[in-house]
């Protein structure tokens, strides 16, 4: 049982590319979560799904873009990547009904340059 | 939306004194309130979580109040130690029970980073 697994742990990015996160889940939680942390801030929401195929927007959608065709896979994929962007992003997953706790991955450290 | 504000953003303390740290929220909805501890480079860690139905929880060295009329929460840290020292943030949330729909999504404060010196 490995969790939630986040890949990659760093990258750097060139202004303008592009690049998917991955977060995988094997604990066939419903419910995932992306959020960025930028340096000396909270966490802000930018999508999340409630279930394979159902995904909605959070605070700060604007530039990502998610898909959920399996209950074990949410990745995050970054457009044209802007400076904005350079942040720590951190996926999650809980149960459901019933279960609040959240089970984070270990974070992937994205820098645009 | 939900605005969760916590303060002290730095708390400084010595080993064995209590630290508390301090979250109002805006939305009279929420109704789940987690506490989550982030040590340096690492990912957040569940610390302890209250709902609007209970006043108080404690586990061992830490306790959260909640007080809902004035909205706010405080985690409370006793006996401090060296390795308390980390990020902690609070959060809410508004959790639906009874076939209501429960997204979950949480709201954090800004985090109070707490140094705890031996």
């Known amino acids: 049982n490995a969790g939630v697994t986040q890949t990659p742990k760093f990258r750097i990015l060139k202004i303008g590319q592009s690049m998917t996160l991955q977060c995988a889940q094997d604990m066939n939680h419903n419910y995932m979560y992306w959020y960025r942390q930028d340096p000396g801030m909270g966490l802000k929401l930018i999508y999340y799904?409630?279930?394979?195929?159902i995904t909605d927007k959070g605070e700060v959608p604007n530039g990502y873009n998610v898909s959920r065709s399996t209950t074990e896979d949410f990745p995050l994929r970054l457009e044209l990547a802007a400076p904005s962007q350079t942040s720590v992003y951190f996926c999650?997953?809980?149960w459901g009904q019933g279960a609040y706790g959240y089970t984070f991955g270990s974070g992937t450290r994205l820098t645009v340059v | 939306g939900e605005n969760v504000e916590q303060h002290p953003s730095t708390l400084s303390v010595q080993e064995g004194d209590s630290a508390v740290i301090k979250c109002t929220y805006s939305d009279s909805a929420s109704n789940y309130f987690p506490w989550y501890k982030q040590e340096l480079g690492k990912r957040p860690q569940l610390i302890i979580d209250i709902r609007s139905n209970v006043g108080e929880k404690k586990d061992q060295r830490i306790a959260v109040t909640l007080n809902k009329t004035a909205k706010h929460f405080s985690l409370h840290i006793t006996e401090t130690q060296p390795e308390d020292s980390a990020v902690y943030f609070c959060?809410?949330?508004?959790?639906?029970?009874?076939?209501?729909?429960?997204?979950?999504?949480?709201?954090f404060g800004q985090g109070t980073i707490l140094t705890v010196h031996p």
């Open positions: 959060a809410a949330s508004i959790i639906r029970d009874a076939g209501g729909t429960s997204y979950g999504k949480l709201t």
């Open positions: 999650a997953s809980r």
């Open positions: 799904s409630v279930g394979a195929g």
